[in-house]
């Protein structure tokens, strides 16, 4: 079975602060993808970025950066410089070879940026 | 070009009718997934098509629902004797090919059941 932990519910900062989203993943398979949606108050979900099982790479995308850490099984989610923008849900998501082909979700971060 | 639609996007209804919820895929991806969001059990997995295969229904939670996709492109989810339990989101995503590609996701339909 796999599953993903988003252990923080709700987070709160105030405008350029720098904020990490935590996710933690389980699964006995070897080859896998991890995944960051965004969902803003709209309802959609907006995808972040994908992540193979053998990229341990970090990631930088303008204000979004991803560290992947296989020893932990994490993919934290960092942003940089908060934005009111920024608020919405993220979710965290897993796709395991042997597992089928649908996405494991965790609960979800709520993230507020306030001005 | 265009992304997931779903229609429609809010649908009220009563107790023991019947619902159809609709998807159509972005042009050219060959899978389509069907989710289902609620407040209690967060985003659940329904069904998934690839292609002319035979769709993985093991998420589907009873034998109420069910869905189908016709011509490779279009799909329907249908509740039949809808529950108040079954309020929620329905979301729709399809992808490039099957496993490991990006999902992309419709708009949702949200359901309400008096």
């Known amino acids: 079975a796999q599953k993903v932990t988003q252990a923080q519910t709700e987070i709160s900062v105030v405008e350029k602060e720098d904020v990490t989203l935590d996710c933690v993943y389980e699964?006995?398979?070897?080859?896998?993808?991890l995944f960051w949606y965004k969902q803003p108050p709209s309802g959609e979900l907006v995808f972040l970025i994908r992540r193979n099982s053998f990229d341990e790479q970090n990631e930088i995308s303008g204000r979004y950066s991803w560290n992947f850490q296989k020893s932990t099984s994490s993919f934290n989610f960092t942003i940089t410089a908060s934005q009111v923008v920024d608020s919405a849900v993220y979710f965290c998501a897993l796709s395991a070879y042997n597992a089928g082909n649908m996405l494991t979700f965790g609960g979800g971060t709520r993230l507020m940026v306030k001005p | 070009g265009a992304g997931v639609s779903q229609s429609p996007s809010n649908k009220v209804t009563e107790k023991g009718k019947d619902v159809e919820l609709r998807c159509d895929p972005i042009s050219g991806h060959t899978a389509l997934y069907w989710y289902r969001q609620s407040l209690g059990q967060g985003l659940e997995f329904l069904i998934y098509?690839?292609?002319?295969?035979?769709?993985?229904k093991s998420g589907l939670p009873s034998d109420r629902f069910s869905a189908e996709r016709t011509g490779g492109s279009v799909s329907t989810l249908t509740i039949q004797r809808t529950q108040q339990e079954d309020s929620a989101v329905y979301l729709c995503?399809?992808?490039?090919?099957?496993?490991?590609?990006?999902?992309?996701f419709g708009p949702g339909t949200r359901l309400t059941v008096l």
């Open positions: 995503a399809s992808s490039l090919t099957g496993w490991a590609d990006t999902q992309y």
């Open positions: 098509f690839q292609g002319n295969s035979a769709p993985d």
């Open positions: 699964t006995r398979d070897t080859t896998y993808y």
